[in-house]
Nanobody, 122 residues
Framework: QVQLVESGGGLVQAGGSLRLSCAAS????????MAWFRQAPGNEREFVARISRSGGSTYYADSVKGRFTISRDNAKNTVYLQMHTLKPEDTFVYYC???????????????WGQGTQVTVSS
């Protein structure tokens, strides 16, 4: 059983930056593809970014490409989401997720964190 704990969310002004972290425990971190999703109340979870097991391959949603960067440190069992040029429409609860398989849509992920709120003010 893998436990994922996100941190780093908060309130930031438009144009600002935040870095989210997701610490994993209870499993072999490097065995999992990792991703970030985000969700607004009443809406489906939305894909943000994905990173391969080694960290050598990344993939982003068009809405965040060029502004967000996903990375991982397998020695620290942690995945990060660096967010720049934040916009009010980036206001969501952000979740990290771990997948034994490829991992791109929510159903492919085996473990989820509890989420961290990001609020971008205009």
């Amino acid at each position: 059983q893998v436990q994922l704990v996100e941190s780093g969310g908060g309130l930031v002004q438009a144009g600002g930056s935040l870095r989210l972290s997701c610490a994993a425990s209870g499993g072999t971190f490097s065995s999992y593809a990792m991703a970030w999703f985000r969700q607004a109340p009443g809406n489906e979870r939305e894909f943000v970014a994905r990173i391969s097991r080694s960290g050598g391959s990344t993939y982003y949603a068009d809405s965040v490409k060029g502004r967000f960067t996903i990375s991982r440190d397998n020695a620290k069992n942690t995945v990060y989401l660096q967010m720049h040029t934040l916009k009010p429409e980036d206001t969501f609860v952000y979740y990290c997720a771990a997948a034994r398989g490829y991992g791109l849509v929510p159903g492919e992920f085996d473990y989820w964190g509890q989420g961290t709120q990001v609020t971008v003010s205009s």
